[in-house]
């Protein structure tokens, strides 16, 4: 599956963005699908993951209340919403699909897309 980001740009403290991933093929709703993001320096990191009929999802703690994952499987998208967003979300935000369920480290997920910055100004 191939996948493509989009929807980062920049905003101010305490604004929102929604960021969507889009996948090509017709597997998507078999796969479960995350979101991870890297800050310059940084290791990639999990922010959250959803499975494949969006029922279930997981955050990591630092976004709970704030971010929500969730995912259209006719539109072969996942998103991402963003609120109240600080200084320290700012990173290159990926996508990824994996076939174990609710994974939460990057190697668990095969197929990444390309990523897309956002940056919040304080």
């Known amino acids: 599956v191939q996948l493509q980001a989009f929807g980062g740009g920049l905003v101010q403290a305490g604004g929102s963005l929604r960021l969507s991933c889009a996948a090509s093929?017709?597997?998507?709703?078999?796969?479960?699908m995350g979101w991870f993001r890297q800050a310059p320096g940084k290791e990639r990191d999990f922010v959250a993951a959803?499975?494949?009929?969006?029922?279930?999802?997981d955050y990591v703690d630092s976004v709970k209340g704030r971010f929500t994952i969730s995912r259209d499987n006719a539109k072969n998208t996942v998103y991402l919403q963003m609120d109240s967003l600080k200084p320290e979300d700012t990173a290159v935000y990926y996508c990824?699909?994996?076939?174990?369920?609710?994974?939460?480290?990057?190697?668990?997920?095969?197929?990444w897309g390309q990523g897309t910055q956002v940056t919040v100004s304080s």
């Open positions: 990824a699909a994996s076939s174990i369920p609710i994974a939460t480290m990057p190697y668990e997920y095969a197929f």
């Open positions: 959803i499975g494949r009929s969006g029922s279930s999802t």
């Open positions: 093929g017709r597997t998507f709703s078999r796969y479960d």
